[in-house]
């Protein structure tokens, strides 16, 4: 059973969730494989204390890459789940995305 301390697994910090944070007011979390939108919408409100207005949830497909000095070795990175949180229009932002820039 998963618990709400469960589902979020980690922020997720790239340039373009850092734009949309601060312009649209969506923030990206990586989740746990069997989070649902109401399980993740209940961890974000619980958590930090604000309104979700939607969640959005992809998969992420894992990716194949190489080693830099033998470029025949393929490295494999597993998939994830991902969920963007929109908050609604009152909401204060959340302080985990506030130092990052």
Do not use: C, H, W
Not at 8 to 13: E, G, N, Q, S
Not at 21 to 36: E, I, M, N, R
């Amino acid at each position: 059973m998963t618990t709400i301390y469960n589902v979020l697994v980690r922020p997720l910090v790239t340039e373009k969730s850092n734009r949309n944070s601060s312009k649209l007011g969506q923030y990206a979390f990586v989740v746990a494989d069997s989070a649902t939108r109401t399980q993740v919408k209940d961890a974000v409100e619980t958590l930090f204390d604000v309104t979700v207005a939607r969640v959005n949830i992809l998969n992420a497909p894992a990716k194949r890459g190489r080693r830099a000095k033998s470029r025949r070795v393929l490295v494999r990175r597993p998939s994830f789940k991902k969920a963007i949180v929109t908050l609604a229009a009152g909401s204060k932002s959340l302080e985990i995305f506030e130092g990052v820039q």
